[in-house]
């Protein structure tokens, strides 16, 4: 308010002058715009630091003997869809686990192999799954982020349709991404890291990586997408990102939020807005992993800045925001999954700003990936345990 107050002084000031101080009285009106629009991206606070509370989740292991179960959805009847990392999908139900027979080949290199899987809107319908993996296909020596879908039907994956495949392949273990999300209006959304690249993929929209997409649900590119340069990759949405692995369709904002790894500190919440730049590697909160700094900067004005970030990271995988009324005191709230503390991040704002961290769950491996269930009942696969649902207090009092 001061600002403005300073600014409409000026303004007066320069009025004041004469006609011949037109011009910088609409530089002072620019500016003032300019002001604006930086108060709509403001800078994150320090979060504050994540505690163990003094209630404890108790939690039922729904699948079990399960290595790294990277992404999970719901079908209707409640029973549940599941991707091994490996490279296996499994159908749970009523305590049966059966393999899913049509997975997509996989290049399994360090954080690549099968990934996500999420059911389309209406697979009531059409029965068509999406999943994401890595895929050699296309040009050059190992693999990149590729996205599919498929009619599941019997336990098998038919019609197969290969909707989006990142360019060039790289034999870099690193930064896959690959979250799958829907917007409620005929979009879905997902991502794909940076491959290990940083300072080649983030900020280049004619190249993969690095990036938030959108398309339509049978893979075409939406005709409103944002970023319509020459030789730019029309599926972007948004850009300079290093590797969301969680992503949430925020129904009461009507947002897509993701989750993202920094390097040494510096992972991101940030609120995907059409055609912005996140910043990724120009500024960051996070420096390198020995150490040593990768940019002073940590804002500035051609970049949109994150909700929150995390210093030190936690390793962010899987992301949900609670909705339903099984556990009061999260409701409303933010779930993450922490792969480097192996904790259920709960995460409660106010005002844009992190007012409490809790580690839920505690001690049961790398979380890969939270869901709210259909039952409303809180889902999480954590490495090596499996697919365990989160016990409401009032049901272990
Ligand atoms: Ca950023």
Redesign the pocket.
């Given at each position: 308010m001061k600002r403005i107050l300073l600014l409409l002084s000026l303004i007066f000031t320069f009025s004041a002058c004469g006609e011949n101080q037109k011009s910088e009285e609409k530089a002072e009106v620019e500016e003032q715009t300019e002001t604006s629009d930086q108060d709509s991206n403001p800078v994150p606070e320090k979060q504050p630091e994540a505690v163990s509370p003094d209630r404890e989740y108790e939690h039922e292991v729904v699948i079990g003997d399960m290595s790294i179960p990277w992404g999970f959805d719901f079908l209707p009847d409640g029973s549940i869809l599941v991707t091994e990392k490996g490279g296996d999908i499994y159908h749970f139900k009523d305590g049966e686990k059966v393999a899913i027979s049509g997975a997509p080949e996989i290049y399994n290199q360090g954080q690549g192999g099968l990934l996500d899987i999420a059911l389309h809107p209406d697979f009531e319908t059409n029965n068509w799954v999406y999943i994401t993996y890595s895929s050699q296909e296309g040009e050059g020596e190992g693999g990149n982020t590729a996205l599919m879908r498929a009619k599941l039907e019997n336990n098998q994956l038919t019609n197969r349709e290969d909707l989006y495949k990142g360019e060039t392949n790289s034999t870099r273990g690193q930064h896959f991404g690959s979250r799958i999300v829907f917007d409620g209006e005929g979009h879905l959304f997902f991502t794909i890291g940076d491959r290990g690249n940083r300072d080649v993929n983030p900020q280049d929209i004619t190249r993969d990586g690095g990036k938030v997409y959108r398309l339509n649900l049978d893979g075409s590119v939406p005709s409103d997408n944002p970023v319509g340069e020459e030789n730019a990759k029309e599926a972007i949405y948004s850009y300079?990102h290093r590797n969301p692995q969680g992503m949430i369709f925020n129904e009461e904002t009507g947002e897509v939020w993701v989750n993202e790894h920094g390097p040494k500190g510096g992972d991101?919440i940030?609120v995907v807005k059409a055609g912005k730049n996140?910043?990724?590697p120009v500024?960051?909160y996070g420096e390198n992993y020995d150490g040593t700094t990768i940019t002073e900067e940590r804002t500035g004005p051609e970049f949109q800045n994150?909700l929150t970030y995390w210093v030190p990271s936690i390793a962010p995988s899987g992301f949900e925001k609670v909705t339903s009324d099984k556990y009061p005191e999260l409701k409303g709230n933010l779930l993450v999954g922490s792969l480097k503390f192996q904790y259920l991040e709960h995460l409660a704002m106010e005002n844009g700003k992190v007012t409490k961290r809790e580690k839920l769950l505690e001690g049961l491996g790398r979380m890969r990936d939270v869901q709210q269930g259909p039952d409303g009942f809180i889902y999480v696969a954590a490495e090596g345990t499996g697919i365990v649902k989160m016990l409401p207090l009032e049901e272990t009092e």
């Open positions: 300079g991101e940030n996140y910043g990724w500024v960051t994150p």
